[in-house]
T-cell receptor, first 114, second 113 residues
Framework: DVKVTQSSRYLVKRTGEKVFLECVQDMDHENMFWYRQDPGLGLRLIYFSYDVKMKEKGDIPEGYSVSREKKERFSLILESASTNQTSMYLC?????????????FGQGTRLTVV | DAKTTQPNSMESNEEEPVHLPCNHSTISGTDYIHWYRQLPSQGPEYVIHGLTSNVNNRMASLAIAEDRKSSTLILHRATLRDAAVYYCIPYNAGGTSYGKLTFGQGTILTVHP
């Protein structure tokens, strides 16, 4: 089975902390994505990566950075966590867009910043 | 990006067919129509996609209007496990989209026993 695994299901962090959310996929996919999901706002794209060491901003990149040192791993970094970053974070991976095929999502990490 | 319009919510009874509509009147000629669903407390999962022709797979059928301005996801016999939020997503299979998915608000499907 295809698997996109997020390192934590639930996370509680303090304001100002540096937070790392890790995502690993086992399908050798080129593309990886980070979304956040909030009630009333739906899923919004934060950052994505189409290759190792490549990254592109999504729709809401402010306050976040990402790292992709290996093909299977895509990390989302909150440099200084704030309460407005309390959210559900979802990672996804997919083959190159030319294959026009499905994306696979992880189970999500519910982050609470206090 | 093409905009989509879906009903906020729909209800069905178990074992009955469900037709979930989506309006995407601004879709471009190269955009595919992808459908995902999100079960409670889970990440979204792929359901089906198509370009012009109707499509079937083990999960559902996709009927695409001739003018491509709308589509309908058909669940032939709803089960309780089909209760989810369903998203209709125009998918740009070209340019610099890199396979990004832009989610709208989706349709909350409730299935009654």
């Amino acid at each position: 089975d295809v698997k996109v695994t997020q390192s934590s299901r639930y996370l509680v962090k303090r304001t100002g902390e540096k937070v790392f959310l890790e995502c690993v996929q086992d399908m050798d996919h080129e593309n990886m994505f980070w979304y956040r999901q909030d009630p009333g706002l739906g899923l919004r794209l934060i950052y994505f990566s189409y290759d190792v060491k490549m990254k592109e901003k999504g729709d809401i990149p402010e306050g976040y950075s990402v790292s992709r040192e290996k093909k299977e791993r895509f990390s989302l970094i909150l440099e200084s966590a704030s309460t407005n970053q309390t959210s559900m974070y979802l990672c996804a991976s997919s083959p190159p867009w030319v294959m026009n095929t499905e994306a696979f999502f992880g189970q999500g990490t519910r982050l609470t910043v206090v | 990006d093409a905009k989509t319009t879906q009903p906020n919510s729909m209800e069905s009874n178990e074992e009955e067919p469900v037709h979930l509509p989506c309006n995407h009147s601004t879709i471009s000629g190269t955009d595919y129509i992808h459908w995902y669903r999100q079960l409670p407390s889970q990440g979204p999962e792929y359901v089906i996609h198509g370009l012009t022709s109707n499509v079937n797979n083990r999960m559902a059928s996709l009927a695409i209007a001739e003018d491509r301005k709308s589509s309908t996801l058909i669940l032939h016999r709803a089960t309780l496990r089909d209760a989810a939020v369903y998203y209709c997503i125009p998918y740009n299979a070209g340019g610099t989209s890199y396979g990004k998915l832009t989610f709208g608000q989706g349709t909350i499907l409730t299935v009654h026993p």
